[in-house]
């Protein structure tokens, strides 16, 4: 079932996704060679708590932190460690915090030092990407809209889009229906091509385009929890909560 929630309740996640922007960037400002990533999860939760909010990732599905940090091949889910960022690292934070009984989720990926220009611009078509999905995100527009839109984007700057892993619904729960395909067919004129729902007011939807220099292939990481591509390419990985109202999308998460 997908949930449709009240102006009100979408006042009140963007309430809390403006905090989450808050503790994302602050978070952002620590990262650097040197220090951890199990460092920057306690940097999150101070944040958190600071703050008057609540993790929404510690617990869920037995997940064991507050963050989940994700470097160079990895795509999401990774588990923070003693692991030590070393110039030319690409990481991906992504956290979801639950504000006034509502959740909101967020990820951006950073570069860790001097990277590349094809990480570069790995990082750069991944949020480019993130905003011609959120551009889709209208009454009467479709799922299979947004996925069209993402991957078109994507592989026309020659990477590819990670087909296993999805955005999703969020609200009062942090993962709710409905799945959300960062691919899809090309639309015909008259409609026909398009798949998966229609988009509605009150809708409130996680988009997070995650895409891959490589193969889009996925395999699990030695944490039991995280993803990374099975050939090992980079990945990047954007992600807003938004909201689908009368003017169109509503980015809660900035």
């Known amino acids: 079932m997908i949930n449709i929630y009240s102006e009100k309740e979408i006042e009140v996640m963007q309430r809390?996704?403006?905090?989450?922007?808050?503790?994302?960037?602050?978070?952002?400002?620590?990262?650097?060679?040197?220090?951890s990533t199990e460092y920057l999860d306690k940097v999150a939760s101070d944040l958190i708590l600071r703050y008057k909010a609540e993790p929404a990732f510690?617990?869920?599905n037995n997940y064991p932190a507050v963050l989940c940090t994700s470097i160079n091949e990895e795509i999401v889910h990774a588990v923070p460690s003693?692991?030590?960022?070393?110039?030319?690292?690409?990481?991906?934070?992504?956290l979801g915090i639950k504000y006034k009984g509502y959740c909101t989720d967020m990820a951006i990926t950073l570069a860790v030092?001097?990277?590349d220009k094809r990480a570069q611009k790995l990082i750069q078509v991944t949020k480019k990407a993130l905003e011609i999905g959120i551009k889709q995100c209208?009454?009467?527009?479709?799922?299979?809209?947004?996925?069209?839109a993402i991957q078109n984007y994507v592989e026309r700057k020659?990477?590819?889009?990670?087909?296993?892993?999805?955005?999703?619904g969020i609200g009062k729960n942090v993962h709710e229906d409905p799945q959300i395909l960062n691919y899809g067919e090309t639309p015909s004129s008259d409609g026909a091509g398009r798949r998966g729902i229609e988009l509605k007011e009150g809708m409130v939807l996680a988009l997070e385009p995650m895409v891959c220099i490589g193969d889009y292939k996925i395999e699990k990481t030695e944490d039991g929890f995280g993803y990374r591509t099975?050939?090992?390419?980079?990945?990047?990985?954007?992600?807003?909560?938004?909201a689908i109202t009368k003017k169109g999308a509503k980015i809660l998460t900035k």
């Open 16 to 35: 809390g996704g403006r905090i989450l922007a808050k503790i994302i960037r602050e978070i952002a400002k620590q990262v650097k060679p040197g220090i």
């Open 58 to 60: 510690k617990g869920f």
């Open 82 to 94: 003693e692991r030590i960022l070393k110039n030319g690292d690409i990481l991906t934070l992504d």
């Open 113 to 115: 030092g001097k990277i």
């Open 138 to 148: 209208k009454s009467k527009k479709h799922l299979g809209d947004i996925g069209w």
């Open 158 to 168: 020659g990477f590819n889009v990670i087909r296993d892993l999805v955005g999703h």
């Open 230 to 242: 099975k050939d090992r390419s980079l990945t990047a990985h954007f992600e807003h909560t938004i």
